[in-house]
């Protein structure tokens, strides 16, 4: 049994049923046995593999996105630099790499991460030393004139969401409760009330049939909140990068996932990574509600090319031999493939009405 689990049983029998959400939290980022506070969850040895992690060429991508709007924005001297959730630091280490070019950026840039796991800190101050860190995003320093361009890939998915099921006619929200197995306990999921989260649920969802599933993901609005605040009060450009929909749609997409398959999210808790597919469209209403104008959401493979990624992809091939030249092709499949991360990774783009409109959407 894992620590998590048990603390979880001892936890459910003596105060009852826990949300999804706080569930999803703590799973994620309990201090001890929190699924993010142990490194090796990244790439072919861990259990998933993000777009930093699959090619340089993506975060290379995204640096000249970002040296794009700091041109359009006049060159601010200093920007802020503030990635969400960083993971092993690649995405910024290859950003920083890529705009080293650009004539005064990466001399104005001030490289802030916002990071609650511990462990994942260290293996980020591995790649970029020079970073500060932070809890939250409200904790970043604010100052007048100082702009922010944030970014943000694999983040939002992997905030906690409340669960709620039409049954008997009636909305319930999902908890994690303890049962009964072959003569041992387990978690499994019961019927609570719905707490006050429900009522950010769609309407037209909960007009829907009997067996109907809506999620909602209040930390991911908070967090739009944050941002919009932010570059309404000192400018600049957020780009958020993840899995995820379009248009706002009844269903269960809360996952976990394990050596690259799919598994139990209540199984072993604290040894899965558990996510939910993010609503792009509810994060764009909360932006645009909020002043800011959104692009997108655009399909990560159409964003990644229309800003160069073909041509990017050429010039590095051209640099070595041919089974390097395959594994360039191949990785530019794996990045922009509809049957890959091409049409389920999304691209939303959120900046103040003043600045011109980015590239790739
Ligand atoms: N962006 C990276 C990592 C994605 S995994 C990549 O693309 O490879 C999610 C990251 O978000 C991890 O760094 C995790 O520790 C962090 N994270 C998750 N929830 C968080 C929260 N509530 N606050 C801050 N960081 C969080």
Redesign the pocket.
Known sequence: MTGLKDHFLKRIEATGPMTLAAYMAEC??HPAHGY?QQQAV?GTEGDFT????VSQMFGEMIGLWLADRWIKMDRPNPVNLIE?????G??MADILRAVEPVEDFSAAVQVHF????QQ?RAAQAERVPNAQWH??LAQVPEAPDVPSLII????FD??PIHQYEKTGGKWVERMVGVVAKDEDSALALVGGPCGPQFSLVDEAIKAGPEGSIAEVCP?ALSIIGDISERLNTHGGAALAVDYGYRKTAAGDTFQALRKHEFTDPLAAPGEADLTAHVNFELLKAAATEKGLKAYGPAMQGMFLMAIGLGARAQVLASQGDEAFQAAILSDLKRLTATDQMGTLFKVLALQPHELPPPPGF
């Open positions: 994620l980022m993010y990244f993000t777009a930093p992690e969400l959730g960083p993971g092993r690649t995405l916002v990071e609650a796991s994942l809890d939250t943000a890939n694999e983040f992997a905030l930390a």
